[in-house]
């Protein structure tokens, strides 16, 4: 029977649930709501196969092997400026679909809530571009995945790397090796759904507008290096829009206040991987590939598998923009692929407060508008202005390498 001893040791994948025989279990929100497993021990048989399955407890052992790596972008620019960096996934995704296939990522419900679930038309791709910094509710992903396989459709799987894991582990001995892709994300850490939730309402009464969809990394404001939260209304018109250093729900992820406790001792941040592929921006394309650099997004590629590889050659027989990195220098500096996240010290009065307490309190008390976030916004937009932002990021990948 699983049994959470400390939150740390639970990443919410949920392939626990998924395993279960008897659907024993059922995966609750705590008070910081994250997602935990709960067991029914009236339902439970204990066959043992929820301890077995899981990743943190029977963690898979990195073993060096060849990689190769890639820079990508779509050429359809209007569908890049819509996709978090280079459009790698809608690739990826639209060639699965093309050949009969399902795709599975995360997306929004109708209140914004951010859940896994599939498609199976090129035009629903949208759900799943630009990124989504909540931990989404996989729920009953895991075994939609394996009724497709078992009807012999080719599935794509895209996640943070401990759903992958999940999900490769829940698998088990169902044939993967021919029709499964997995492809995860370099993660920064998984923020909490209750803080995504204050802050949604909280901008849906002080907008005074009903929301239709928010992104977290637009390109159309300042482009891929300052990309800005922009909130539209239903009927596609922006109606907020704010950077990294003013908005309060980036301002808590960046500075590791919203996360996960798990997220702070992750066990799924390695270069070696069960995923066929793991992509991730490429803010450093300017030292990488300087004649890539137009500013409007980039994808890292990163194969693990010969099924991902040739997979990716396939695709890679389009129009697309493609180039071959060495594997070491694509990685180099990527701290967020091999080392967890801080825990920030203010973490555990932070989420007692938003546990009981509304979005103004809790701006008012960590995220004021002070006038050094004034300072830092206009000075952001000045060098944008100036055309020498882009330089002086540049300067900075290059002391981080």
């Excluded at 980036?250 to 941040?269: G, M, Q, T, V």
Aim: charged share 30%; hydrophobic share 35%; aromatic share 10%.
């Amino acid at each position: 029977m699983i049994k959470i001893e400390r939150e740390e040791d639970c990443c919410g994948c949920s392939a626990c649930m998924a395993a279960c025989p008897v659907d024993a279990i059922k995966m609750l929100a705590d008070e910081e709501g994250f997602l935990y497993p709960k067991v029914d021990k009236d339902k439970c048989v204990n066959c043992g196969k929820c301890d077995r399955i899981c990743r943190i407890k029977n963690p898979v052992v990195e073993v060096s092997k060849e990689q190769k790596a890639y820079l990508f972008q779509l050429q359809d620019k209007k569908m890049r400026l819509d996709s978090t960096s280079g459009g790698a996934f809608t690739a990826i995704a639209s060639a699965v679909l093309r050949n009969g296939g399902v795709v599975f990522g995360a997306a929004y419900t109708d209140d914004l809530r951010v859940i896994h679930t599939y498609v199976e038309k090129e035009e629903d791709l949208w759900r799943f571009r630009n990124s989504k910094y909540v931990q989404s509710d996989v729920r009953n992903s895991f075994r939609e995945v394996k009724a497709f396989l078992q009807q012999g459709r080719k599935v794509c799987f895209s996640g943070t790397p401990c759903q992958v894991e999940g999900l490769h582990s829940y698998l088990g001995n169902v044939d993967k090796e021919k029709s499964l892709i997995l492809v995860d994300l370099v993660c920064h850490a998984v923020p909490s759904p209750l803080f995504w939730e204050k802050y949604v309402a909280w901008q849906q009464e002080r907008l005074s507008s009903e929301i239709g969809n928010i992104r977290f990394r637009d390109k159309r404001h300042y482009g891929y290096k300052y990309p800005q939260m922009v909130i539209e209304d239903k009927a596609g018109n922006v109606i907020y829009h704010n950077g990294v250093e003013s908005d309060p729900y980036l301002r808590a992820f960046f500075s590791n206040l919203s996360d996960r406790p798990s997220c702070y001792e992750c066990k799924f941040k390695k270069r070696y991987r069960v995923s066929d592929m793991t992509i991730w921006d490429c803010f450093d394309v300017g030292l990488k590939a300087p004649n890539m650099d137009d500013d409007q997004g980039t994808t890292n590629i990163l194969t693990h598998t010969s099924k991902g590889e040739k997979f990716l050659h396939e695709i890679l027989m389009s129009t697309d923009r493609i180039e071959c990195i060495d594997p070491d220098y694509c990685v180099k500096g990527m701290w967020e692929l091999v080392y967890s996240v801080s825990k920030n010290n203010w973490r555990d009065e932070f989420f007692k407060d938003v546990s009981s307490n509304g979005m103004e309190y809790l701006i008012d008390k960590y995220f004021p508008d002070t006038s050094v976030i004034k300072a830092k916004r206009l000075l952001r937009k000045t060098l944008i202005c100036m055309g020498i932002y882009g330089m002086i990021k540049k300067c900075i990948m290059i002391i981080r390498r």
